[in-house]
């Protein structure tokens, strides 16, 4: 059972490079979603992907670029890294990304950016 | 904006207590409530999902409970074992629609043998 699967799983970059985190899910699920994770910050909402085709703003968005490539995946693009980017990234997904769906995550992609 | 507060940050207690997490919200307008269990390196695992029509969900020996009024909800784990170390998020979402879960940041659990 993949569920939500998040590559590459560690990553180290210079300031200023860029990088696609990929995420695909085998479930059939329509609503897909990047959070960060962040020491005393919890997790924040970057980017989220309602249906195939659409994506939208989360709660901190800039510096970041997603594509919905098809249904199964969802990309994150970082195109100038910085070190307030050096975090834990997240992909989640769930059925239609209604209010009383569970949601479904990866195990994470941890990011340094020196 | 729907902010959500779990206290205490941490919790440390020994094998076989029974012990309430606490999870708080500003917005009583909610759809449902749900709680994650989250392992050092890993991603979430939701454990529980309560609707909000709902006052009470359980699942072996996790029970949460919901009360929209007093904007709180206890996820309460029955007799820990040292398996149950974890950290444990609750998220509710941030308003009517389907819009994306506001997470709190976390009670860090550790159950000593």
């Known amino acids: 059972n993949a569920g939500v699967t998040q590559t590459p799983k560690f990553q180290v970059l210079k300031t200023g490079q860029s990088m696609t985190l990929q995420c695909a899910q085998d479930?059939?699920?329509?609503?897909m979603y990047w959070y960060r994770q962040d020491p005393g910050m919890g997790l924040r909402l970057i980017y989220y992907s309602a249906s195939e085709g659409t994506t939208d703003k989360g709660e901190v968005p800039n510096g970041y670029n997603v594509s919905r490539l098809n249904k199964r995946e969802f990309s994150l693009r970082l195109e100038s890294a910085a070190p307030s980017q050096t975090s834990v990234y997240f992909c989640?997904?769930?059925?239609?990304?209604?209010?009383?769906?569970?949601?479904?995550f990866g195990s994470g992609t941890q990011l340094s950016v020196l | 904006k729907q902010e959500v507060t779990q206290i205490p940050a941490a919790l440390s207690v020994p094998e076989g207590e029974n012990l309430v997490l606490n999870c708080s919200f500003t917005d009583s307008a909610i759809y449902n409530l749900q709680w994650f269990r989250q392992d050092p390196g890993k991603g979430l695992t939701s454990l529980l999902l309560?609707?909000?029509?709902?006052r009470e969900q359980t699942s072996g020996r996790l029970n949460a409970s919901l009360d929209k009024s007093s904007g709180r909800s206890t996820l309460y784990i029955a007799a820990s074992q040292p398996g149950d170390s974890a950290t444990y998020l609750c998220?509710?979402?941030?308003?009517?629609?389907?819009?994306?879960?506001?997470f709190g940041k976390g009670t860090r659990l550790s159950v000593i043998a």
């Open positions: 309560i609707q909000s029509s709902q």
């Open positions: 989640a997904s769930s059925v239609t990304g209604g209010n009383n769906e569970k949601l479904f």
């Open positions: 479930m059939n699920h329509n609503s």
């Open positions: 998220a509710v979402p941030p308003h009517s629609g389907n819009t994306p879960l506001v």
